[in-house]
């Protein structure tokens, strides 16, 4: 079974500063974290915050190439989770044609984001994932959010080294 699940935000493990994509259950309080790399959590949250760079970034120019081909993604699928590594298909259809591709879910959220896809999770990966509770505790404080627009205010092609934007 699928559960219909939004992107509630981004927050950072206090343990590891990594990001997490916190995706919510559109209707129960069942959240699924899900840690992710920063040049994705940037993907993401720009996005999520709809900030628009002067480039496409990757994710924005994989949507330009599927819209030229009229290529549509269905949904997004987080569809398993094995070893601490979560797994995602992004399903496809183009002219009557449906196809499945496999990604990480970080990459399938940023399109599914970018193209108003809906996200789907497995209800064995909700199992398998440890549970928050969100009516407990808001995964995403306005800190958070302030947080990660000086993140994306701030950037200058300078941090990404050698890859220019």
């Known amino acids: 079974?699928?559960?219909?699940?939004?992107?509630?935000?981004?927050?950072?493990?206090?343990?590891?500063?990594?990001?997490?994509?916190?995706?919510?259950?559109?209707e129960s309080e069942k959240a699924v974290p899900i840690w992710i790399g920063l040049l994705e959590a940037t993907a993401i949250a720009s996005e999520l915050e709809n900030?628009?760079?002067?480039?496409?970034m990757t994710h924005d120019?994989?949507?330009n190439v599927m819209d030229l081909m009229?290529?549509?993604?269905?949904?997004?699928?987080?569809?398993?989770l094995r070893d601490n590594t979560y797994f995602a298909l992004i399903h496809l259809s183009r002219e009557g044609q449906e196809m499945?591709?496999?990604a990480r879910p970080s990459d399938?959220?940023?399109?599914?984001?970018?193209?108003?896809?809906?996200i789907y999770v497995a209800e064995v990966v909700i199992q398998k994932a440890r549970r928050v509770?969100?009516?407990?505790?808001?995964?995403?404080?306005?800190?958070d959010a302030k947080k990660w627009t000086e993140i994306l205010e701030g950037l200058d092609p300078e941090d990404f080294g050698k890859y220019k934007m």
């Open 1 to 26: 079974m699928l559960r219909q699940m939004t992107v509630s935000g981004l927050t950072i493990d206090p343990f590891t500063n990594s990001p997490i994509m916190i995706l919510k259950d559109v």
């Open 51 to 56: 900030i628009k760079f002067s480039r496409p």
């Open 61 to 63: 120019l994989m949507k």
């Open 70 to 80: 009229k290529v549509q993604i269905s949904r997004v699928e987080i569809c398993d």
């Open 100 to 102: 499945t591709i496999d």
């Open 108 to 118: 399938a959220i940023a399109l599914a984001l970018r193209t108003q896809a809906p």
């Open 133 to 143: 509770d969100l009516s407990a505790k808001e995964a995403i404080t306005s800190e």
